[in-house]
């Protein structure tokens, strides 16, 4: 079975500050994806990054960069310039490239960013 | 519009009622998800189809039921609610080969069983 854990429930960064989401799993698996999600008050699911696991190289979206340590099955997010807007729950998420490709999820980080 | 919607978006009802949660996508993605969402649990997998006909468990399916007879719809059925149903769920869909791994969720149905 596939679990993911996010072992920080709250943080808060200062606007224009870098702040860095850490999340770890556990898998058999050798191939499989990985996301952050980002969950606003709207209640919304946006995917904010993937990152797929037979890539060396850390994917980046903008502000949005993560740390993905595969040996350590660690996959961290890093969000730079934070902005009021990123105020939000972020979930890391976990999914196998076969089967039924359903999406493992930790139990989420609520971050605020402070003006 | 294209997308997945869900309905209704808000629902309260009372212990040992019916309830169903509908779900609906435009893409024709094969796979239909229902999760939902409770504080300390992040998401967790109820049911999911990969294909009209056919559904099976996830992580939480008891007291919840689902049917799949045409690809663009995944309703759940609460078929007597009790309050520990009290949760907000999301449907996605997903489809192989189109935009690799991601998922595309609903807004989420927030129901309160009284």
């Known amino acids: 079975a596939q679990t993911v854990t996010q072992s920080q429930p709250e943080m808060s960064v200062q606007e224009a500050e870098t702040v860095t989401l850490s999340c770890t799993y556990d898998t058999s698996e050798s191939n499989y994806y990985l996301f952050w999600y980002k969950q606003p008050p709207s209640r919304q699911m946006i995917l904010v990054i993937r990152q797929e696991a037979y890539k060396q190289q850390n994917a980046t979206e903008n502000r949005f960069s993560v740390n993905f340590q595969k040996a350590a099955k660690s996959f961290s997010l890093k969000i730079s310039d934070s902005q009021l807007g990123d105020t939000a729950m972020y979930f890391c998420?976990?999914?196998?490239?076969?089967?039924?490709?359903?999406?493992?999820f930790g139990t989420g980080t609520r971050l605020t960013v402070i003006p | 519009d294209a997308g997945i919607t869900q309905s209704p978006r808000y629902k309260i009802t009372e212990t040992g009622r019916q309830v169903t949660l509908m779900c609906h996508q435009t893409?024709?993605?094969?796979?239909m998800f229902w999760y939902r969402q409770d504080l300390g649990h992040g998401l967790r997998l109820i049911y999911y189809?990969?294909?009209?006909?056919?559904?099976d468990k996830g992580e939480v399916p008891d007291g919840y039921v689902v049917s799949r007879s045409k690809t663009e719809n995944f309703p759940l059925t609460l078929e007597s609610a009790t309050r520990s149903q009290t949760s907000v769920y999301f449907c996605a869909s997903y489809s192989r080969g189109v935009n690799t791994g991601e998922l595309f969720f609903g807004e989420g149905s927030r129901l309160t069983v009284l």
């Open positions: 189809s990969a294909a009209a006909d056919i559904t």
């Open positions: 998420a976990f999914m196998k490239q076969t089967g039924a490709n359903n999406l493992f």
């Open positions: 893409w024709s993605h094969s796979y």
